[in-house]
């Protein structure tokens, strides 16, 4: 599934609340704040140009680096790699790179 994921998958999205499995039946629910093309050629099989995906989630839960199983009403579930990239004034950050 993820290999057809293109940015065009998610810029609607940006807004959109998706829910992370935090372990055990724990959601934790975190907003898409940005979905950015990456400058870069594509070096991989897959026919996409990279992207970033940026989400802000509550600063009291913080998910630590890892894959998450990631369910959204639209897109549907599916795993996700999101790494901490630190608090701002609403939240906790976190980012998703396809390359």
Known sequence: MLENFTIHTFSECVGDVFRVLAGGTSHVEIILVSATELG???????????????????KD?????????VEHEGIGAFALFLVPVGPDGEGMGYEAIFT
């Open 61 to 69: 839960i913080p998910l630590s680096q890892r894959t998450y199983e």
């Open 40 to 58: 870069g050629e594509n070096t991989n099989a897959i026919p996409r140009k990279p992207f970033s995906l940026v989400f802000r989630g509550p």
